[in-house]
């Protein structure tokens, strides 16, 4: 499912992005090990469709074949996005389970296709850190400049959600936005997360 042309303009500079020889030279671009910025989907329609823009922590799945060196820009978008898609259709893991659940709440009765046609799904920093360590706050000002308030602004429409706390930490001060509990382990196991994608759903379908 890939999204709309805009978004994939948007986000080609990043494949690889210049910040990897600057603020984030601590994060991964090891295109054969699956290593790319990543963690996005939806938005297959027009950016005028969009409602609704779900922003995430930062991305942990991986792609386990990897990309090859010919692969261009626009074919790892596509991959990134279709593996996406595969993930919340198949329900991978508790991560896709709980968004599909999130979805389901916000667009209820409505396909999964419908609901990612409405929908735009992105992480606040799009790489990985070396051994899974936390990606420092420079990656976090780079990524948001270069990539993640574009991202807003293209979808300027919609309402932004916050999914996590540092995820909401990192979008401090912006106009509008919304938070509920980040749907990946482990703050998905603490109390009161699935009450936050509930009252999400209900505020975002009253709308």
């Known amino acids: 499912m ?7 303009r948007l986000l080609e500079p990043a494949f690889p992005c210049a910040g990897f020889a600057a603020a984030c030279e601590a994060l ?10 990543r963690g996005f ?3 297959s329609g027009t950016p005028g469709e969009v409602r609704l823009v779900l922003v995430l922590d930062h991305p ?3 792609r386990q074949d990897g990309y090859g060196d010919d692969d261009s820009a626009r074919a790892m978008i596509g991959s990134i996005t279709r593996d996406f898609f595969v993930g919340l259709t198949q329900r991978r893991n508790q991560f896709f389970s709980n968004l599909r659940f999130l979805l389901g709440r916000c667009y209820p009765g409505s396909s999964l296709e419908d609901q990612l046609r409405l929908t735009w799904i992105t992480h606040s920093i799009l790489c990985s850190a070396a051994a899974g360590d936390e990606p420092p706050a420079s990656a ?4 948001r400049g270069r990539y ?3 991202q807003l602004e293209l979808f300027s429409g919609a309402q932004p959600v916050a999914l996590g706390h540092r995820t909401a930490r990192r979008l401090e001060g912006y106009a509008g936005l919304l938070q509920a509990a980040d ?4 703050a998905c196991k603490r109390p ?14 009253g709308t």
Do not use: K
């Not at 976090?140 to 990524?143: D, G, I, L």
């Open 28 to 37: 991964t671009w090891a295109p054969a090990r699956g290593l790319v910025p």
């Open 183 to 186: 749907p990946a382990p482990p």
């Open 192 to 205: 009161g997360a699935r009450e936050s994608w509930i009252r999400l759903g209900e505020r975002f379908a």
């Open 148 to 150: 993640l308030d574009r």
């Open 41 to 43: 989907c939806g938005a």
């Open 60 to 62: 942990a799945e991986v």
């Open 2 to 8: 890939m999204p709309c042309r805009e978004v994939v």
């Open 140 to 143: 976090s000002r780079e990524c």
